[in-house]
């Protein structure tokens, strides 16, 4: 990406489209396009196609989405599904009709089989069955995936997908309904320092998962789209499909994660574990070895990561407000 090239942002309000932002500015780039979801409804086919047209940005980074962890996923699977099936389908098909140079599309590590080998290689992609809390997210992602590798068969599109492992960072959710797990858990702690509500959390606690600093992920993103046009095709052939996993190539129990946040946070007090409840996928850790064959590794560890995090959720007034990644 040159400094001048057209970027558009979808989705720069959310967590991950915010830390495009940052970086992208921090770089230099000069010409960033951004819109609010008032001002352009991504789900919208005929507004986000007048937006390519008027516009024609040279690269588009993907972040717009529908997200929320295992009770939001419960609560409204048909705004999960058509929601993100829209934006991405709308977006994709504009990028080709105006001609953008390369797309990178932020896919989701809850695409993967419940139940595949540990760590997750690329390569196991739809060899099972999905895990049933998250499958009509999940689903919509491996569509936008696979619509992906069709553009790029097709058309010669640059199309690429970045399946990120579980991301947190400034600009989470922290509202307690729909949330995911890591920002959920910092609130929960800070609200027993504050006021001493007792803590209590879905599971056993025995699962486990990775987690990637969204500014890391942000850093990685743009690292793929700055490749060489040689390694880039590379990535866009690649026989499961023109995908990348980007992660930390750590994972914690939810257990232990509860521990580490509990004792950055300061604050004593027994937690209950509601197991009635489930846990979800047992494990869930990618296989980031190709993206570090390519030159890429984190930077943010993973309790630095939670103190940059619980220190961005201090300094603002309505933590718990939902805040959508479209916005």
Sequence with gaps: MEPTSKIYIAGHMGMMGSAFLRQLQARGQTHILTRTRRELDLTNQAAVQGFFENEKPDYVFVAAAKVGGIMANATYPADFIYQNLAIQTNILHAAYLSGVKRVLFLGSVCIYPKHCPQPIKEDYLLTG??????????????????????????????????????????????????????????????????????????????????????????????????????????????????????????????RGLAEMIKELIGVSGQINWDSTKPDGTPKRKLDITRLHALGWQPNISLSNGIKMTYDWYLRHDTPGQLMEAHS
């Design 129 to 254: 069955a999905l895990e049933p809390t998250n499958e009509p997210y999940a689903i919509a992602k491996i569509a936008g995936l696979k619509m992906c590798e069709a553009y790029n068969r097709q058309f010669g599109t640059q199309y690429l997908c970045a399946m990120p492992t579980n991301l947190y960072g400034s600009g989470d959710n922290f509202d307690l309904e729909t949330s995911h797990v890591l920002p959920a858990l910092i609130r929960k702690f800070h609200e027993l320092k504050v006021s001493g509500t007792p803590v209590t959390l879905w599971g056993t606690g025995q699962a486990s998962r990775e987690f990637l600093h969204v500014d890391d992920c942000a850093n990685a993103c743009l690292f793929l789209m700055d490749l060489d046009p040689e390694r880039f095709q590379t990535l866009l052939e690649y026989h499961a499909g023109p995908l990348v996993n980007v992660g930390s190539g750590e994972d914690i129990s939810i």
